[in-house]
């Protein structure tokens, strides 16, 4: 059977699965649509938990990057796993306690205030189709090349399932499909990492095989070790050294901070924790998500290595004609580009871009008069002075790998389909909360408090349909690949609702007027500097040019101090908060009570 029937069955059949999963489980009330009814055992809920976090960033693209940027890109690893750790045991059992539907349910009544909920919606919005742009665009990527369709016809396509299964489902009928999602995901991502460990080093284990040697053709250790090996590789191209980092000490700090502080204000993944019946189950799931999560995140830096290594292996200094099936494949999908600069018809990978910007084409793929030569795509981009002559995306790197390894067919069709089980997992959780926020807190809890419940629930599904068309236009129209744009919404989460749930939960003191007030800033001051030097002034966007020498990626985390001093200072100039505001507060930390979590 080839690769392309096998891709059609497995993707065909998790489909199915999930639609027969938001089918059977789909919400009949609110509370159902918004937490899963509040009953979910807290080893699936740890498993939805990792589906929902573990994204098509993580899936598609966190391995790309590593592969083609090696040491600097630790910051995604660091932030990312740091940043679950601090939710899982600073933030998230307390509000659980607390008891509320949504993030901006508990910063409206923890402030007393409609207005600071109003701005706490405002914040879920910017955040989460920043997020969820990221995910609709992994989503077309998956589809266009192993259903063979155009990357925009891709996305469109996810929306319809994502559509079918969150407005049907709500939380009740997505937190089930994502412990489908993640089964299917981690499974996808672990196969083709242990045969390649196995093929490259002998290591059964990705992550010992990563620290090993590598193997011959026979299976006999060479004593090289695989990054000695990839770094000598890329500095003869000239590239730098894969496993030395060219980002400042002090860039790649803030980085870290915004992703880790990021990551415990992301409103998707905090609100999984109200899904269980108590706060001891909230952090028996944390502790399984981590480990959830920890399978695939101690891969990727393997995953990683070994496609840079045969990438660069399979691709340099081959002849254009003689290339296997899967360049070309990827290069119809306008993911691979290639300009024969010294017109020899071999392709020569060097440092630096081949050309400038990404690859933009005569004709489409299917016109022979829009071919070169030796069969190429012409592309049409002003080349670049240096020998870099091809483009390859990053963001292919995972999915690409089992066929550059020369996998089976089955392995290549499983990718796919946990290719998709990640970018929809996580989009499907972004868009409930943003009907959530939207039909909860904005029009039950703000405007319209004497709505009915099934007014409510029909108004969430509105809001979800609403914000499913929206992140499919972002997803067509991205403001940058696939993990860019989700780290841009870990800064506006650090510099916006960290502070606000941190100090809402451990300072009695803090009142609305400084919640409010430092939300504002944070998110203000994080949002302009990211739009200034991304879609204003890009070509100012360098080390010289940016503030403390702090890049647009990490700037979250100077917009989480200004947020933390703006809600000190204007905190003090004004009254506190009422009495019964402050014991809630005291209630929330202590042990007392947690067996049974506060009722919505």
Known sequence: MDVQLLTYLFVGASFALYIGIAVWS??????????????????????ATAADWMSAASFISMAGIIAYVGYDASVYLMGWTGGYVLLAMLL????????????????????????????????????????????????????????????????????????????LGGMKGITYTQVAQYCVLIFAFLVPAVFLSIMMTGHVLPQTGFGGTLVDAQGNDT????????????TDLGFREYTEGSKSTIDVFFITAALMCGTAGLPHVIVRFFTVPTVKDARISAGWALFFIALLYTTAPAVGAFARVNLVET?????????????????????????????????????????????????????????????????????????????????????????????????????????????????????????????????????????????????????AAVAIVIAGYFGINPPGFVAQVVAFAFGLAASSFFPVILL?????????????????????????????????????????????????????????????????????????????????????????????????
């Not at 690409?400 to 997992?425: D, K, T, Y």
């Open 223 to 234: 004593g090289v070790y695989l990054l000695h090996k990839l770094d000598q590789v890329v």
């Open 315 to 463: 691709v340099n200094e081959t002849a254009y004609e003689e290339l296997p099936g899967w360049f070309y494949n990827w290069e119809n999908t306008g993911l691979i580009g290639w300009v024969d600069k010294n017109g020899d018809g071999i392709i020569q990978m060097r440092g630096g871009d081949p050309f400038a910007g990404k690859p933009s084409y005569e004709g489409s793929a299917d016109s022979q008069a829009a071919r070169g030569e030796h069969g190429q795509r012409l592309v049409t981009n002003t080349p670049t002075d240096n020998e870099s002559e091809v483009y390859i995306d990053r963001d292919i790197i995972v999915l690409a790998n089992p066929e550059i390894g020369n996998l089976p067919a089955w392995v290549i069709a499983l990718v796919a389909a946990g290719g998709v089980a990640a970018a929809l997992s996580t989009a499907a959780g972004l868009l409930l909360v943003i009907s959530s926020a939207i039909s909860h807190d904005l029009l039950k809890k703000t405007f319209k408090p004497d709505i009915s419940e099934k007014q409510e629930l029909v108004a969430a599904r509105m809001a």
């Open 92 to 167: 998230a059992p307390y509000l659980r306690k607390f008891g509320k539907f949504t993030v901006p349910d508990f910063v409206g009544d923890r402030y007393y205030s409609s207005v600071a909920r109003t701005v706490a919606v405002v914040c879920v919005i910017f955040i989460s189709f920043t997020y969820v742009a990221g995910q609709m665009r992994g989503t077309g990527i998956v589809f266009a090349r192993f259903l063979e369709v155009d990357v925009n016809v891709g996305v469109v396509i996810g929306m319809a399932i994502v559509f079918f299964y969150a407005v």
């Open 504 to 600: 809402g939960i451990f300072s009695k003191r803090m009142n609305k007027e400084g919640a409010i007030a430092g939300m504002l800033v944070g998110l203000v001051f994080t949002f302009s500097y990211i739009v200034y030097f991304k879609f204003i002034s890009p070509e100012l966007n360098s080390a010289e040019n940016w503030l403390l020498g702090v890049s647009p990626e990490g700037i979250g985390s100077l917009g989480m101090v200004l947020n933390f001093v703006v809600a000190v200072i204007v905190c003090k100039m004004t009254p506190p908060p009422p009495e019964h505001i402050q014991h809630i507060v005291e209630d929330i930390r202590v042990p007392r009570g947690a067996g049974t979590a506060v009722d919505h």
């Open 26 to 47: 789909r919400a009949g009330s609110t509370k159902e649509f918004y937490v899963a009814g509040g009953g979910v055992h807290p080893i699936a809920n740890g498993a």
